[in-house]
């Protein structure tokens, strides 16, 4: 599960921002009522977070993948994340700060803009839109400020991140050179090979049922994120880029055949039964695909380390006390 907030190097906050943040609201389900007596789980700086607004954070950013479990599950897997959200909104907060020190704002038109090309890209009427947001218990003001807040985000680390970062077309040869056989981007839902013989057929009649949701349209990050038991499954399955001669023969058997966007068979390895998706093949394309898809690359592995090291500098001149 990636409750994690992360910045794209496309500028985005997890994909498309303002549409992510949207459809958040849709799916969004209010399980956990406050404390009766709220408490105070960090201080960073002169500002502090309590714990209703980590747990209506985590609602808010994690809904699109919890809307399938039950309250229960919901309960366990905030639980379990509730710390490492908790850092992430720490991370969150520092920015803001350091956003307001260097005046960096949004502007009424901007989140007019984005609110405006939100509702166009549904078909959404206003009224649509502000009963969308009364039904799932957020107001249009919140909405509005939450909104702002990526806009500001997403301003300041592309001033002092992403723009920063140039990826030579020297870097994009040697990478090429060093890696001509290809690589495959893949996700995969995995199951843990069983104790006993007798029951590899459940482990498998499992994988054919998560297989046919698949064939019906789940969504495989969804199912992954539930099913999966293996790390994985924090990150929706996603295994990123693999080259070629790093895989086994099994993951070479099954990823031969298949196109972008196609889902493997289960098959078994020596650890478990594997699903695999196909998201991306490189060095099947034209030279001209090839190298952007690897500049990409390189940009984004770049923007992660800079990302991580920009945030950790914010963290290291401030005073951050976590109480949860």
């Not at 056989?181 to 482990?203: A, C, H, L, M, W």
């Not at 895989?247 to 298949?258: H, P, T």
């Amino acid at each position: 599960m990636r409750l994690k907030m992360k910045y794209g190097a496309d500028g985005k906050t997890g994909g498309v921002f303002a549409a992510a943040f949207f459809l958040s609201f849709l799916f969004a389900v209010h399980c956990f009522a406050s404390p009766l007596l709220d408490r105070v789980v960090a201080v960073v700086n002169k500002e502090v977070i309590t714990w209703s607004e980590l747990y209506r954070a985590m609602e808010f950013e994690a809904s699109g993948a919890m809307k399938a479990l039950s309250d229960e599950e919901r309960k366990k897997v905030f639980k379990e994340n509730e710390a490492s959200f908790l850092e992430s909104m720490i991370d969150k907060k520092l920015q803001l700060q350091f956003a307001r020190s260097l005046d960096i704002g949004a502007a009424k038109e901007e989140i007019d803009e984005t609110i405006n090309g939100i509702k166009k890209k549904y078909a959404m009427s206003d009224k649509d839109f502000q009963e969308s947001l009364k039904k799932e218990g957020f107001t249009y003001d919140e909405y509005r400020k939450r909104l702002s807040e990526q806009i500001i985000l997403n301003k300041l680390v592309g001033q002092q991140v992403r723009n920063r970062i140039v990826v030579t077309e020297e870097e994009v040869n040697d990478y090429i050179a060093k890696n001509s056989s290809g690589e495959y981007k893949v996700r995969q839902i995995f199951f843990r090979k069983p104790e006993k013989e007798n029951d590899r057929k459940t482990v498998e009649a499992k994988a054919e049922e998560i297989l046919q949701r698949l064939k019906n349209g789940d969504d495989f990050a969804s199912l992954a994120f539930r099913y999966s038991e293996d790390s994985s499954a924090k990150t929706g399955g996603e295994l990123g880029f693999i080259r070629k001669e790093d895989l086994g023969k099994e993951f070479l058997d099954a990823l031969s055949g298949m196109s972008e966007g196609d889902v493997s068979r289960p098959f078994w390895t020596a650890r478990g039964l594997h699903i695999v998706k196909l998201e991306e093949k490189v060095g099947g394309k034209d030279v001209s695909e090839f190298r952007e898809s690897v500049k990409k690359k390189l940009f984004d592995k770049r923007f992660e380390q800079n990302y991580r090291s920009w945030v950790r500098g914010l963290r290291e001149k401030a005073f951050v006390e976590v109480r949860l």
